[in-house]
């Protein structure tokens, strides 16, 4: 078989090899099918001809076709093949029911974004948009309580979800194409479907957040609770109750993966010989990187909330639409050209700076400061946690359910939480009195435990909170983007490498991590006596820890 066949005579070879691979299982030949060769000219599709066996098999006679087994691989020859990449190990995520992969009716969606402009869905992406446990998101806020500082900040996971899908298959397809010896190439049928499925996990992702987001998952991880977790079991929980009978069990462990990202025993498969490379019907591993990168955290649930919450808050954002279209996969990961170096800092900048401003405000702080009290009031929290319970939870039932379990576990602190909730809704916040900035995680811990020792005398009375917050690059203290891989175009024969901090500027920050503690106090009502005791113990836990940075924000009045 010659590559330099036309294309009618490639699809024949390959649909002629896979009837004789299929013909050698019905004969009980298991070995010899294993081994097969199949030419690399034909290797990036070989599936596809599969799925025409499939097909034929089921008008004949009404059963799939074993060929399909999802634990037999192809062997091709690594020599010209474009991609050049590892799979995913394990069963075959595409042998799904040939409706996912066809979306027979074709039809398109198109979503009005006041981000991205019009976000387009499948047909499949919209039967799950379509339930009651995706709406639910409708009422999840995306950050939180921030809507008390920035009246604008009222987005939620419903939409920030649906930008995500929206990216994600955009990227997942310029990669795909950018594999092609020639760029652009149309896409195969083979990777339409893993588009698809790359557009289920981003549009799935945030299934599993809790009422206010993170400060919820925080309060009930101790419970070995996490959103990620809870978004693949309320994924497979739309897939059973609405009978989503196209995506297969091969097909909702690559999406359940995606969304978690690529974990360490996911690596590219590797060469049994020079010459040979063993290929499973599944998509390459690096797909696993775009909604959640575990690498190098530059994915596309980044660019979407850093550009939503941006928009919404006022913050500038970066130029993330230039990083989707200018990614290349190389050596089985995504990597960019050298000179969008400088652009990926950026990315991390402008997180940085949402953190900063936003996502860290002290007013946002003493919010979940008081939203922290009402979760910790509960006495057994787990109810929350179970799949059944958590999906009717949201922004805006999240206090009679509270309130409801407390009268249930007849908890003794029900009216104090009770009192935190109305005082929360109408907006009479704790008051910070002093704020703390330190780098050194052992440090900030050690202001944290200076301010929540016992026995001060203003204790009592004004019922101090401490708040720490960590400011980062996204990678604790080290450099993300000293993790990235980028790649030079005018020496495409050069393997991808990471770059010198001195390559992109000199003026790139030293340092990637911040920690700031805020003192509140939960008594706004004290006597001056209070705030002299006060300030004689906080002058006292300043000379035991001496912070890098310290300033006081209280009055005598007790006004912020």
């Not at 993170?214 to 009930?220: P, T």
């Not at 990961?333 to 996502?359: G, M, N, Q, S």
């Not at 910070?432 to 900030?444: I, L, M, R, T, Y």
């Amino acid at each position: 078989m010659e590559p330099e066949k036309s294309l009618n005579s490639v699809e024949l070879t390959r649909y002629r090899a896979a009837e004789r691979q299929h013909q050698e299982v019905q004969d009980g030949n298991a070995q010899q099918v294993a081994e097969m060769v199949v030419d690399a000219s034909v290797c990036d599709t070989a599936a596809e001809a599969s799925f025409m066996v499939k097909e034929q098999e089921h008008e004949s006679n009404g059963t799939p076709c074993p060929v399909l087994s999802p634990v037999r691989p192809v062997h091709v020859n690594r020599e010209g093949d474009a991609a050049g990449n590892g799979n995913i190990e394990g069963p075959s995520a595409f042998l799904g029911d040939e409706s996912m992969l066809t979306n027979q009716d074709g039809r398109q969606y198109q979503i009005a974004d006041v981000v991205h402009g019009f976000v387009t869905l499948s047909k499949h992406c919209m039967e799950i948009v379509d339930t009651l446990e995706f709406q639910r998101l409708r009422k999840i806020h995306q950050l939180g309580v921030s809507d008390l500082v920035f009246p604008g900040a009222t987005h939620t996971r419903f939409e920030h979800c649906l930008g995500v899908s929206h990216l994600a298959k955009i990227m997942a397809e310029n990669l795909l194409r950018s594999q092609g010896s020639q760029g652009s190439q149309e896409l195969s049928q083979m990777q339409r479907h893993w588009v698809e499925l790359v557009q289920l996990a981003g549009l799935c992702h945030d299934l599993g957040h809790g009422p206010f987001s993170h400060i919820f998952e925080e309060c009930v991880r101790g419970t070995g609770w996490n959103h990620e977790e809870m978004s693949c079991t309320i994924f497979e929980t739309i897939v059973k109750n609405y009978n989503l009978t196209w995506c297969s069990e091969a097909d909702r462990a690559f999406i359940k993966q995606a969304i978690k990202g690529r974990t360490e025993e996911q690596k590219p498969v590797e060469m049994k010989e020079p010459e040979e490379i063993l290929v499973l019907l599944t998509p390459p591993a690096w797909l696993l990187d775009i909604v959640a990168n575990k690498v190098n955290n530059v994915d596309v649930d980044k660019f979407d909330y850093i550009a939503r919450d941006a928009h919404h808050t006022g913050i500038p954002a970066c130029q993330y639409m230039r990083l989707i279209t200018t990614a290349r996969v190389k050596n089985d990961h995504i990597c960019w050209p050298d000179k969008e170096a400088f652009e990926i800092y950026e990315l991390f900048h402008a997180r940085y700076a949402l953190h900063k401003t936003v996502y860290s405000h002290r007013v946002r702080k003493a919010a979940e400061c008081m939203l922290r009290d009402i979760f910790t009031g509960i006495e057994n929290i787990t109810p929350f946690t179970d799949p059944a319970t958590f999906i009717s939870l949201h922004d805006y039932n999240i206090f009679d359910k509270i309130i409801a379990l407390l009268d249930q576990q007849k908890a003794p602190q029900t009216d104090k939480v009770r009192n935190v909730i109305t005082k929360l809704l109408s907006h009479k916040l704790y008051k910070c009195v002093a704020e703390f900035v330190e780098q050194d995680s052992a440090k900030a811990n050690e202001v944290v435990r200076a301010f929540t020792m016992e026995g001060d005398n203003y204790r009592n009375t004004l019922d101090p909170a401490v708040s720490k917050a960590t400011l980062d690059y996204s990678m604790k203290t080290e450099d993300p983007v000293g993790h990235v891989l980028f790649f030079d175009p005018r020496h495409p024969d050069v393997p991808p490498r990471s770059l010198p901090k001195t390559y992109i500027s000199l003026l790139l920050p030293e340092k990637f991590q911040e920690h700031v503690i805020r003192v509140y106090i939960r008594n706004s009502s004290c006597e001056e006596a209070d705030v002299k005791e006060f300030e004689k113990a906080l002058a006292s836990r300043l000379n035991q820890c001496k912070p890098q940075y310290h300033s006081f924000v209280y009055d005598k009045a007790g006004q912020q």
